[in-house]
C-alpha cells in the first residue's frame, strides 16, 4: 500500500469520483483526497522528499514530521501564495474590462485587422507571445474575458475562442525562455538560452497551429455555449455589444489595464535577464532608481493590482459609478477570483500531497534501465510525472535530473536542445484534476470539469504529442541544430 504509484491512483479516484460521480465540490475532493494521500504516505518517503528538497536535515526532519492537517495547509498556502494575488486582480480587471466596454473596444480593433473568420488565430498567436515573458496564468486571465466578449459579439464559437487562448500559452509556457520551466531546463542541459528561444518558437508555432486545428474539431464536435457566470452575465454583455462605438472607452484606456501588466512584467524581465547581480548598475543614481523603480512595477503582484486599478478607472469613468456601487462591484469580481482562487489552492494541496510520497523518485526508478531512445525516453518521463502529480515544473525537474547527464555525453548523437524541447512536451501531458493550471483554464473559461476533460486535456496532450514528433524528425534531420 506504500507504494507511491499505489496511492496515487487512489487519490485520482477519490478527486474523480468525488467530482464527478458524487458531484462533490472541488475544493471538498481535492482536499480529500489531499488527506488520503497523506494518511497513506509513510513516514521514511516525507523525511526523504524534505531531505532531497535540500536545506538543514534537522529542518527537513522538522518539516517532514509536521501533522498531515499542516503539511495540507502548508502546501495549500504555497499555492495561494503564488497565485492569490493575481487570480484577485485578474478577477477585478477581467469583469471591470467586460463592464465598462473595455473588452468590446478591444475585439472590435481586433477584428477590423484579422475579419471575424480568423479572429481565433488573431487570439492563438497573441496568447503564444504574450506568454512568452509572462507567466502563463496572467494572460489566460487577461485574455479570457477579451475571448468572452468575442464570443458573445460573434454568436458562435465560442469553444474555439477560450481554447486558442489556452493553447498559445500552454505551449509558449513549456518551449521558450524566459518562461520558468523552459529557463530552467536551459540551465540543467547546458543549452545556450537564445538557440532554445530560437527552436522553442519554431516548435510552438507548430504544435499551437496543430492545436488550433483541434480546437476547431472540438468545436464542431461539442456545443458548448458562453455561459452566465459571476464576472459575467450574457445580458449585459450582450447589451455592451450593441452599443455605438462612441459610448465605449477610448482604445488606448480600454487596452491600459491589460497592456501595463503584460509591459511591465515584460520590462522587469528583460531588466532582470541583464542585471545579474544586486550591485548598481550604473554610478548614475538616477538610472538606478529608474531601474528600482521598474522593478518594482514589474513584479506580476505589483503589475496585476496597478491594471486592477487602472480597469476600475475606466469602469468609473464610463459608467459615472458611484463610491458604494464601485464597491459593490468589487466585491462581486473577488467572490468570483475567490471561488478560482480556493480550487486552485486545493488542487495544489493535493499535488504537493502526492509530490511528498515520492512519486517522482518512484517513475524515475522504473525508467531508469528502460532501453528506448533518449527522445522519447525524456517525454515518457516528463509525461508521467506530470500526469502523477500535477505540476509541470515538477515534471521538468525530474526529467532534468535524470537526463542531464546524458545530455553532456559527447557521444549523445544529437544536441541537447532536443532533449529540452522532447520534455517540454512531455510536460503538456495529460492535464486533470490535480494541476492547478487545470482549474484556472477549467473556471476562467466557465466550462465544467467534464468538458474541460473532454476539449482542454485532449487538445492540450494532442500537441504536446505533435511536438515530441516534430523534435524527434528535428533531430534526425539536423542533429547537430
Avoid at 467530482?19 to 509513510?42: D, E, M, N, Q, R
Avoid at 480600454?254 to 545579474?276: D, G, H, N, Q, Y
Avoid at 482549474?439 to 492540450?460: F, G, R
Amino acid at each position: 500500500m506504500s507504494d507511491p504509484i499505489v496511492i496515487m491512483l487512489i487519490g485520482m479516484s477519490i478527486v474523480v469520483g468525488g467530482i464527478i460521480k458524487f458531484k462533490l465540490h472541488p475544493v471538498l475532493s481535492l482536499l480529500l483526497a489531499a488527506i488520503a494521500v497523506a494518511l497513506l504516505t509513510p513516514v521514511s518517503s516525507v523525511e526523504q522528499f524534505f531531505i532531497a528538497k535540500g536545506g538543514l536535515e534537522a529542518d527537513a526532519l522538522k518539516a517532514a514530521h509536521k501533522s498531515i492537517g499542516e503539511r495540507i495547509g502548508i502546501e495549500f498556502g504555497n499555492t495561494c501564495a503564488k497565485i492569490g494575488i493575481l487570480i484577485a486582480m485578474a478577477a477585478i480587471i477581467g469583469k471591470a474590462m467586460l463592464d465598462s466596454g473595455a473588452a468590446e473596444k478591444i475585439i472590435r480593433a481586433m477584428l477590423k485587422i484579422t475579419g471575424e473568420k480568423n479572429a481565433p488565430i488573431g487570439f492563438i498567436l497573441s496568447s503564444f507571445f504574450l506568454t512568452i515573458p509572462v507567466f502563463v496564468d496572467t494572460v489566460i486571465f487577461l485574455m479570457m474575458p477579451l475571448a468572452k466578449a468575442m464570443g458573445m459579439r460573434l454568436k458562435k464559437n465560442y469553444l474555439l475562442l477560450a481554447l486558442s487562448v489556452i493553447a498559445g500559452a500552454v505551449m509558449a509556457n513549456s518551449y521558450v525562455p524566459p518562461s520558468p520551466g523552459p529557463l530552467y531546463l536551459v540551465s540543467a542541459m547546458n543549452v545556450s538560452i537564445g538557440l532554445m528561444m530560437v527552436c522553442g518558437s519554431l516548435l510552438g508555432l507548430c504544435t499551437i497551429t496543430i492545436g488550433y486545428f483541434m480546437a476547431v474539431y472540438l468545436n464542431k464536435k461539442f456545443d458548448i455555449p458562453l455561459r452566465d457566470s459571476p464576472d459575467a452575465r450574457l445580458e449585459d454583455i450582450k447589451a455592451i455589444a450593441e452599443k455605438d462605438d462612441k459610448e465605449l472607452p477610448s482604445l488606448g484606456w480600454a487596452l491600459l489595464p491589460a497592456v501595463f501588466p503584460l509591459v511591465t512584467i515584460c520590462i522587469r524581465s528583460a531588466v532582470e535577464a541583464f542585471v545579474k547581480t544586486k550591485e548598481p548598475l550604473t554610478d548614475s543614481a538616477i538610472i538606478n532608481q529608474l531601474i528600482d523603480i521598474i522593478l518594482f512595477f514589474g513584479d506580476k503582484n505589483i503589475a496585476l493590482l496597478m491594471g486592477a486599478i487602472f480597469a476600475l478607472l475606466v469602469l468609473a469613468n464610463q459608467k459615472k459609478t458611484t463610491k458604494d456601487k464601485l464597491t459593490a462591484f468589487v466585491q462581486t469580481a473577488l467572490m468570483s477570483g475567490g471561488g478560482i482562487i480556493l480550487i486552485t489552492a486545493a488542487g495544489g494541496a493535493f499535488g504537493g500531497m502526492l509530490q511528498q510520497t515520492g512519486i517522482s523518485s518512484r517513475i524515475a526508478d522504473l525508467t531508469k534501465d528502460y532501453q528506448m531512445a533518449l527522445i522519447p525516453l525524456a517525454f515518457f518521463i516528463t509525461m508521467v510525472v506530470r500526469t502523477a502529480q500535477g505540476s509541470a515544473t515538477v515534471a521538468l525537474i525530474t526529467a532534468s535530473g535524470i537526463l542531464a547527464g546524458m545530455a553532456q555525453n559527447a557521444n549523445l548523437g544529437f544536441h541537447p536542445v532536443y532533449l529540452c524541447l522532447a520534455i517540454g512536451s512531455g510536460a503538456k501531458l495529460i492535464p486533470w484534476m490535480n494541476d492547478a493550471g487545470f482549474w484556472i483554464m477549467c473556471k476562467t473559461s466557465n466550462l465544467t470539469e467534464q468538458e474541460a476533460l473532454k476539449t482542454i486535456a485532449p487538445m492540450q496532450s494532442l500537441m504536446g504529442l505533435a511536438g515530441v514528433i516534430l523534435t524527434m524528425i528535428a533531430a534526425w534531420i539536423f542533429p547537430m541544430v
